[in-house]
């Protein structure tokens, strides 16, 4: 009860406009943004956890394995790339794959909590769904901070983007179209904020199915598979390593948040002045320039003031 007197007290301080169409926004998306998360890299980013990346790579490989095993579709690239995105995405608002990292007692998450998060504070008619439900979990992988909702983004946005590309043959149109979902119902539209590291994440998925039967000079490795006979023969393992750097990481590739939500944000980012002091190696990347250009035809938006090395440097007392 107390809780929910507390929201109407909030929305009491708001003209009715702007309350209808918050009120609009949650009856048209409540049903699919029933497991929605945002992401917290900055609460607890000092305490030590262990790194996922053999974990969650056994996780992928032993799942191509089985659905290679079990081929009887031809040669079909295609339709491969199909049954990889029904094991490991999925049509929900959380994928299978981010769902297993969720739950699993195997991986450790930063410990945060609603209310020691750095949305706490932030008014709900500014914070919308993250608000309402939550943020999700972050974990490490490849020595990266990463919030879970970034492997669903990796495997279902991923094989959009790599079905755009098969359909078009160009991969900027592909990657506009990706950069165009962040701005609406996937990101910006009900969050107020438009994630960079998404939008890498989506990129990082379709050249990982591109990998699955493709050479990619970006890898230097050879295609995962190879048709024998019309079966998939593996030739390498799959590994986060090739995919996950730091511009997965929403503190150092900072997000875009729209005029609503942004005062109230980096307000909130001050909170963690004193863990940057202590620990300034945790928030900066000495491969920001490179990430920078290799990503930036993919529609980052320009927030490099906005990394936390940078804004909370110029903004911390010292």
């Known amino acids: 009860m107390g809780r929910h007197a507390d929201v109407a007290s909030e929305f009491s301080r708001y003209p009715s406009g702007v309350i209808k169409s918050f009120v609009t926004l949650c009856v048209v998306f409540t049903v699919a943004l029933a497991h929605a998360y945002e992401t917290d890299p900055y609460t607890n980013r000092h305490i030590p956890i ?73 008014p709900l008619y500014a914070n919308r769904v993250a608000g309402i439900f939550g943020f999700g979990p972050t974990v490490k992988v490849a020595g990266v901070f990463v919030g879970t909702d970034k492997f669903g ?15 078009t043959g160009d991969e900027a149109e592909a990657a506009r179209r990706s950069a165009y979902t962040e701005s ?47 079966k998939p023969e593996q030739r390498r393992a799959f590994t986060w390593n090739d995919h996950v750097n730091d511009f997965w990481d929403e503190a150092i590739n900072a997000n875009h948040s729209d005029r609503i939500l942004r005062p109230h944000l980096l307000r909130q980012v001050l909170k963690y002045c004193r863990q940057y ?33 940078t804004y909370l440097g110029n903004h911390c007392p010292p």
Do not use: C
């Open 184 to 230: 609406a119902i996937f990101g910006q539209l009900t969050t107020g904020i438009y994630s960079n590291a998404d939008v890498v994440a989506n990129f990082e998925g379709y050249r990982f199915y591109r990998s699955l039967f493709n050479d990619n000079p970006n890898f230097q490795k050879p295609p995962i598979f190879v048709w024998r006979g019309g």
């Open 277 to 309: 002091r202590e620990f300034p190696g945790l928030y900066t990347s000495d491969q920001f320039e490179v990430l920078w250009a290799r990503y930036l035809h993919i529609g980052l938006k320009d927030t490099r003031e906005l990394s936390a090395a």
């Open 50 to 122: 262990a790194d996922s990346t053999d974990r969650m790579d056994e996780r992928v490989n032993t799942t191509l394995a089985e659905i290679a095993e079990n081929w009887k579709r031809g040669e079909d690239e295609r339709a491969f790339v199909r049954a990889v995105y029904n094991r490991l995405g999925g049509r929900h608002w959380v994928d299978k794959f981010e769902r297993w990292v969720i739950d699993s007692l195997d991986i450790e998450k930063l410990e945060n909590s609603r209310k020691k998060s750095v949305y706490n504070g932030v």
């Open 153 to 167: 983004h990796f495997f279902s946005q991923g094989r959009k983007f790599y079905d755009r590309y098969v359909r």
